[in-house]
């Protein structure tokens, strides 16, 4: 392998200077290489960290927070779920099945090092226009590669989300969650406590494949990208399913000290994490590292990103036992090193140092910098843009244009393609409800899932976007009836160095910091994923919330159909016609501008807990929240998984009707329920101080509108659900 | 009644099924590691759905060769029930104790879906609670299941009257615009001649309970039971 200088390796001078400092020396091939790959964005965060502090991390529900593999959350009965998000974006713009699937396996492995049972996958993903055949062809690879990983896992893929915009046509992101449950008394942490512990690897064997990922991950997509494909790595989902059973075997016989996977920067960034926790050294033999490839340099083996691999520091004398479980499961386990008290990263090949780094200057030395944030030209333009002056499109024609626009129309093409029912847990199926609603065997209770970022919304104002991501999060898990939790974010952004891209970071991080705090979702867990970029501009910001929620009673669950002719369709929350930002005005007028709709996080949280109270007193029949489409495609997005048609009745005294139908404003559900249980709902509407109006009834095969008795909308349900079910499809064939 | 789950290395079904007749039928269950090379002491196999070995060769091409598969097919010999679902299904088939082979869907694509199947008898170990021509609906999960054979095994099938359920319309329609993964004649179960060994793609454990959306799958689980406690009492 043709050797690199240290600004091949991502590194600048400024950064050189500073390692040559902390080394009293020039470091070698290697050592340049660890700090190189320690230093980069992927691993140090070090764009990102001063504004990550901002985040709310504390509550009484959080066990863990930031700074472990994942976050853990308390749900009670000495039980506990652990998750985070992880983005895999660059591998799966050059190499899309191998990209994705590396990134369900690395998330996955992220949650069982915590001791955890895996139980449920969502992704996050936003693409160009379906209309590209490359677009498709990125499309096929990303969701074959998520669905063959997690299927082999015997992982359901439960929820997520597909957004299509031009924004990310050369630059699509594959954001990976992944939740697991534990008994909060066998958490495993990535610590090295004790001096002299043997420090062994499992699982696969080293290659070259996946070297110096964490910094091409850290730097714009080029044409010269596509040369980087040897860094994407290759998955074996058989491989991390034997880890996965023999890891959790080891935890349950509490065989284990620390636990750390390989992911990001292998070997040197696991190993360097586990000790620098607690200051300690570590020594490690390169020539004992199993590898598949001959010839293989230091630097080769320590940088590697092969995938499906663990590192264990055994509770002293657990190392026969923890040999025998791996061999049971046809795994090597091997001893490669010990922890040490000089608080040295020493690597050996064999009798001779090949290199020596002190440990806590590739974490916390890592350099940080506060970039500058400069407002870009295009945020009061949009603004200030006149959407009166745009002519309405007319109703029935627009409702049809948006249930056939991709960023709306069913994800069943999708979803069909990922197990979502192993683990016979899933109780909301993909598509049912507003999040994924999973049992929790041996208890009454349920756990709800979701993820969420309407990243044109961010575009266009950051703060008011970022707020939005977490409220919608929140609001989605309140309509299956389960209250928020904790969440977690993978901040998808451009360059960092770019003024313009830093505003756009810091104050979308501000805003989910205030709804976070607010909504008490503090984050728990979460990833940083920057330079996305191709020579035609930046990504739309993209910070994507993981949210997960808890159910008391699973049976007390809501779905989004319409159930029966008679149930009242009801709309709680203000009511709202602002355009700005909608789907309606890119479909019909072409246009992503606007005012964003603004959120009074006072009346998310009154709306939050009146719909959790609504359906913990079963009034509910249906329950969906107006995000996409606005009113009128929540509607009929009700009616078309119900089968049953609907009246509603608007009233737009001469005011616009398309802001009516379709404005996407914040803090809104439709919802049905059966007569009776209108006073009840009244009573509690008036309670938790929050508007609604009976806006409709259930019935016939229809979806109706009329303003004021004028029909402004007759759409038969099947021919709705025609629109809404196969558009996807149809691009796709 | 006591009944074994075998597992192998891959297998991903094999905690949904303990589950189904642990907690559901209230059965004894035990999970066979496929080293083991005895199933002394069971009255009932499942093998369970996954992707044992990776599936890398070909479905369940490599499981057929564990240690546990002598004594499977003894028990078979002896009249032991075993079901074999998805995965288990293409092990049955490596394993010569059904007839046919596997292919990939011819969609090419992975499918996760709840189908309609119809029932085509009553009177056998595994539907005896089920009505013949009844419609049940059941999720599927898999990416090769579809399954082929040539036109005298499907013949001798059809005769034999070994196809225990096809891939259907929800009104119990047997057309070709029902069937998921392009099977030879919608088949999605078959049975031994002797009966005792049935193999399906479908996943019964995936709806034996009522907050997973169905109680059909339980049927099949419960047909087991009685006809094992309807031969021993």
Redesign the interface.
């Known amino acids: 392998m043709k050797e690199l200088s240290y600004k091949e390796m991502g590194l600048t001078d400024e950064e050189y200077g500073k390692i040559k400092a902390v080394m009293g020396r020039e470091p070698n091939y290697l050592e340049t290489g660890i700090f190189s790959v320690m230093w980069s964005e992927h691993c140090g965060y070090k764009n990102s960290r001063p504004l990550l502090k901002t985040f709310p991390t504390e509550g009484p529900q959080v066990i863990q927070g930031p700074g472990e593999n994942a976050g853990v959350v308390d749900i009670g009965d000495g039980q506990a779920l652990v998750f985070k998000i992880e983005s895999h974006n660059h591998p799966s713009a050059i190499e899309p099945y191998q990209g994705a699937a590396t990134g369900v396996g690395g998330i996955v492995r992220d949650i069982f090092t915590m001791g955890a049972r895996p139980i449920a996958s969502l992704n996050s993903l936003r693409f160009g226009s379906l209309e590209d055949a490359r677009v498709r062809e990125l499309l096929s690879g990303v969701v074959a590669g998520i669905g063959d990983y997690g299927n082999c896992l015997g992982i359901p893929t439960v929820g997520g989300e597909v957004y299509f915009n031009e924004a990310y046509r050369g630059n699509p992101l594959v954001n990976a969650m992944c939740v697991g449950l534990v008994k909060t008394d066998e958490i495993a942490l990535a610590v090295a406590n004790d001096v002299g512990s043997t420090i062994m690897i499992v699982g696969a064997k080293t290659g070259r494949d996946g070297i110096h990922g964490a910094t091409f991950a850290s730097e714009e997509l080029s044409e010269k990208s596509k040369e980087k494909r040897p860094s994407v790595q290759v998955g074996d989902p058989f491989m991390e399913k034997l880890l996965i059973e023999a890891c959790l075997e080891l935890i349950k016989e509490d065989l284990v000290a620390g636990m750390q996977d390989l992911g990001a920067a292998g070997l040197t960034s696991s190993i360097a994490e586990t000790a620098s926790k607690k200051g300690l050294g570590v020594e490690v033999d390169v020539l004992k590292v199993p590898r598949r490839e001959t010839g293989m340099s230091p630097y080769e083996v320590m940088l590697s990103e092969s995938q499906e691999r663990m590192l264990i520091i055994p509770r002293s004398g657990a190392e026969d036992r923890i040999k025998a479980i791996f061999d049971k499961w046809g795994l090597d386990a091997v001893n490669i090193g010990t922890v040490t008290a000089d608080g040295v990263f020493r690597v050996r090949e064999g009798e001779q140092i090949v290199g020596e780094v002190p440990v806590m200057e590739l974490t916390e030395g890592c350099p940080v910098y506060v970039r500058v944030a400069e407002e870009p030209d295009y945020y009061q333009f949009c603004r200030n843009y006149d959407l009166n002056s745009i002519p309405e499109c007319a109703p029935q024609e627009a409702l049809e244009k948006l249930l056939a626009s991709p960023n709306i129309a069913s994800k069943k093409w999708i979803f069909n393609q990922y197990d979502y029912q192993v683990m016979t847990n899933t109780s909301l199926i993909p598509g049912d409800g507003d999040a994924a609603v999973l049992r929790i065997k041996g208890t009454r209770k349920g756990i709800a899932l979701v993820t969420d970022c309407n990243s044109r919304f961010v575009y266009l104002d950051p703060y008011q976007g970022g707020m939005r991501a977490v409220c919608e999060a929140a609001l989605n898990l309140a309509c299956v009836g389960a209250k928020p939790l904790a969440l977690t974010n993978c901040l998808n952004f451009g360059n960092p160095e770019k003024p313009n891209i830093y505003w756009q970071m810091k104050h979308a991080i501000a805003g989910m910091s205030a709804a976070a705090r607010a909504l008490d979702t503090p984050v728990v867990s979460g990833n940083v994923s920057l330079y996305n970029e191709t020579a035609q501009g930046a990504i739309y910001p993209t910070p994507v919330v993981g949210m997960v929620g808890l159910l008391k009673d699973i049976d007390r669950r809501c779905d989004m159909a319409f159930k029966d002719v008679g149930d009242l369709i009801v709309l709680i929350g203000k009511f709202r016609d602002e355009l700005g930002g909608s789907e309606y005005l890119s479909v019909c007028a072409g246009l992503e501008t606007g005012r964003v709709p603004e959120i009074d996080l006072n009346e998310e949280k009154s709306l939050l807990q009146l719909i959790q109270a609504s359906i913990h007193e079963q009034l509910l029949q249906s329950c969906h929240d107006i995000s996409e489409g606005g009113l009128a495609v929540a509607v009929a997005e009700s009616a078309i998984k119900g089968n049953i048609g609907g009246g509603i009745r608007i009233r737009s005294n001469g005011a616009r009707v398309d802001g009516i139908l379709f404005s996407e404003a914040p803090g809104r559900v439709v919802a049905s329920l059966k007569r009776a249980n209108m006073d009840r709902l009244v009573q509690l509407v008036v309670e938790h101080g929050v508007e609604m109006r009976i806006i409709g009834a259930v019935g016939g095969d229809h979806l109706v509108f009329d303003d004021d008795g004028r029909e402004i909308i007759r759409l038969r349900v099947t021919d709705a659900s025609g629109l809404w079910g196969e558009a996807i499809s149809c691009f796709m064939k | 009644m006591k009944f074994g789950v075998v597992v192998f ?2 297998s ?2 094999d ?2 099924c303990y ?2 007749i642990k ?1 559901v039928l209230g059965q004894e269950v035990d999970y066979i590691w496929h080293k083991q090379t005895s199933v002394a002491g069971y009255d009932a196999l499942i093998l369970p ?3 044992s ?4 060769l070909r479905t369940g091409a490599i499981a057929r060769f564990s240690p546990i598969m002598p004594a499977v097919i003894e028990f078979a010999g002896q009249g032991g029930l075993i079901i074999g679902i998805c995965n288990g299904f293409q092990i049955l088939l490596e394993a010569g104790l059904l007839p046919g082979a596997m292919l990939r869907n011819s969609s090419l ?5 709840t189908v309609h199947l119809k029932v085509r008898r009553d009177d056998t170990a595994f539907s005896q609670l089920l009505k013949q021509d009844e419609v049940i609906d059941i ?1 599927i ?1 898999h ?1 090769e299941g579809n399954y082929y054979c040539d036109p005298e095994t499907l013949e001798e099938l059809k005769r034999e009257n070994r196809i225990l359920f096809t891939y259907c319309g929800s009104d119990g329609e047997e057309d070709h615009a029902f069937n998921p993964n392009g099977s030879v004649a919608n088949i999605a179960g078959i049975i031994n001649k002797q009966g005792n060994v049935l193999g399906m793609m479908p ?1 019964p ?2 709806c034996s ?1 009522p ?3 169905g109680m059909h799958g339980r049927k099949i689980f419960a047909s087991m039971l009685q006809f094992m406690q309807g031969v021993k009492c």
């Open positions: 290395p891959g991903n079904c905690a949904d589950h189904v907690e759905g996954g992707f070995y990776g599936d890398y694509k992975f499918i996760c879906d999720p999960a990416g996943h454990e995936r309970e907050i997973l959306g």
